[in-house]
């Protein structure tokens, strides 16, 4: 009788880590918008097929391998389904998935990430040869997509946060780098009392949906600025929303020292307030693989309540409390002294 081979799970385990097919069958779903073409009530992968002027052939293959990633169904009459995972993947699901996943830059950015984990640039700079903030900025449609992709998950990420962020809110609220306004909206909606306004670069600021200054008058104004060379004062509140981890220690630390002065020049009470990913300091993490992210595609880095700490210290500021909520936590922090 043969000896069983110990390590044949954690061998099995490793592989599935390492197999890159499942990603690449949403990325085909997502980039054809497969999704987007299959009705409530269904319909035949051969009509399916006919109607995205695809090959029969391989889009039945690659339905069929979706259904192990329980995207689709296909029952025994051959129609294709949804299942709640995959309307998800179609664009005009709330929270909708298809434009990240239909992001192949992102995918082929991987290629490179020895070598920044070596000492080098952002694997994406590395794989791309422009920074990936620098890559959105010379693409208007890339620019437009993506922040309607962080407007939406600006809801999901900071919705379960957003009772503890009131609590340390003042009527005059900075969304720093606020893109089209996710955050924005609500804080807004959370508090009537609150006045925001929100800074990011021009391009951005034009993305600003009008509705929101519509909807709430005298409360909301969208200003152009560039947070790395100065913050406006005149606020209690400044509020970065998952900005800081897209940035090196040096760079995240010119930021918040540009806010710490600020809400100095201000009030006494004046706030910056991070919603950010706080890192366990040892053990394993799911998180720590956004940090892999970060190094890769930003050169930033998440970080733990310490490093949170020491980065403050820096910027002349005293860490608070932290507050958590969901995947992300309010890091409250107040000027020295």
């Given at each position: 009788?043969?000896?069983?081979?110990p390590?044949?799970h954690?061998?099995?385990?490793?592989?599935g880590?390492?197999?890159?097919?499942?990603?690449?069958?949403?990325?085909?779903?997502?980039?054809l918008?497969?999704?987007?073409?299959?009705?409530?009530?269904g319909?035949g992968?051969?009509d399916?097929?006919?109607?995205?002027?695809?090959?029969?052939?391989?889009?039945?293959?690659?339905?069929?391998?979706?259904?192990?990633?329980?995207?689709?169904?296909?029952?025994?009459?051959d129609?294709?389904r949804?299942?709640p995972?995959?309307?998800?993947?179609?664009?005009?699901?709330?929270?909708?998935?298809?434009?990240?996943?239909?992001?192949?830059?992102?995918f082929?950015?991987?290629?490179?990430?020895?070598?920044?984990?070596?000492g080098?640039?952002?694997?994406?700079?590395?794989?791309?040869?422009?920074?990936?903030?620098?890559?959105?900025?010379?693409?208007?449609?890339?620019?437009?997509?993506?922040h309607?992709?962080?407007?939406?998950?600006a809801?999901?990420?900071?919705?379960p946060?957003?009772?503890?962020?009131?609590?340390?809110?003042?009527?005059r609220?900075?969304?720093?780098?606020g893109?089209?306004?996710?955050?924005?909206e609500?804080?807004l909606?959370?508090?009537?009392?609150?006045?925001?306004?929100?800074?990011?670069?021009?391009?951005?600021?034009?993305?600003?949906?009008?509705?929101?200054?519509r909807?709430?008058?005298?409360?909301?104004?969208?200003?152009?600025?560039?947070?790395?060379?100065?913050?406006?004062?005149?606020?209690?509140?400044?509020?970065?929303?998952?900005?800081?981890?897209?940035?090196?220690?040096?760079?995240?630390?010119?930021i918040?020292?540009?806010?710490?002065?600020?809400?100095?020049r201000?009030?006494?009470?004046?706030?910056?307030?991070?919603?950010?990913?706080?890192?366990?300091d040892?053990?394993p993490?799911?998180?720590?693989?956004?940090d892999?992210?970060?190094?890769a595609m930003?050169?930033?880095?998440?970080r733990?309540?310490?490093?949170?700490t020491g980065?403050?210290?820096?910027?002349?500021?005293?860490?608070r409390?932290?507050e958590?909520?969901?995947?992300l936590?309010?890091?409250?922090?107040?000027?020295k002294?």
């Open positions: 009788m043969p000896v069983p081979d390590l044949d954690e061998r099995r385990r490793l592989a880590l390492f197999d890159i097919a499942p990603s690449r069958v949403l990325y085909a779903l997502c980039t918008r497969v999704a987007d073409r299959v009705p409530r009530d319909i992968a051969g399916l097929a006919e109607v995205l002027g695809l090959h029969r052939d391989r889009l039945t293959r690659l339905i069929r391998a979706a259904e192990t990633l329980d995207v689709l169904h296909v029952d025994a009459g129609t294709v949804l299942t995972a995959g309307t998800l993947l179609r664009s005009d699901t709330p929270g909708s998935l298809r434009a990240e996943f239909s992001d192949n830059s992102l082929t950015a991987w290629g490179p990430f020895a070598e920044t984990v070596s080098g640039r952002p694997s994406y700079e590395l794989a791309h040869g422009t920074a990936i903030f620098d890559s959105l900025g010379d693409d208007r449609e890339a620019l437009r997509t993506f309607e992709h962080m407007r939406m998950r809801h999901q990420l900071y919705r946060l957003l009772p503890a962020l009131l609590r340390h809110c003042g009527p609220v900075l969304d720093l780098g893109g089209t306004g996710g955050l924005s609500l804080l909606a959370g508090d009537d009392r609150i006045q925001v306004t929100l800074t990011d670069l021009p391009d951005v600021v034009g993305l600003v949906p009008k509705e929101l200054s909807r709430h008058p005298g409360r909301f104004r969208a200003e152009p600025g560039d947070m790395r060379t100065s913050v406006p004062e005149g606020h209690d509140t400044y509020v970065l929303g998952s900005i800081l981890h897209d940035w090196p220690d040096d760079v995240a630390a010119g918040l020292t540009g806010c710490a002065e600020a809400a100095r201000t009030s006494a009470d004046a706030t910056v307030v991070l919603l950010e990913r706080v890192l366990d040892a053990g993490d799911p998180r720590r693989m956004d892999m992210w970060m190094m930003t050169g930033g880095r998440e733990t309540r310490a490093e949170w980065l403050a210290a820096v910027a002349g500021l005293d860490l409390t932290v958590h909520g969901g995947e936590s309010a890091v409250v922090l107040a000027p002294g």
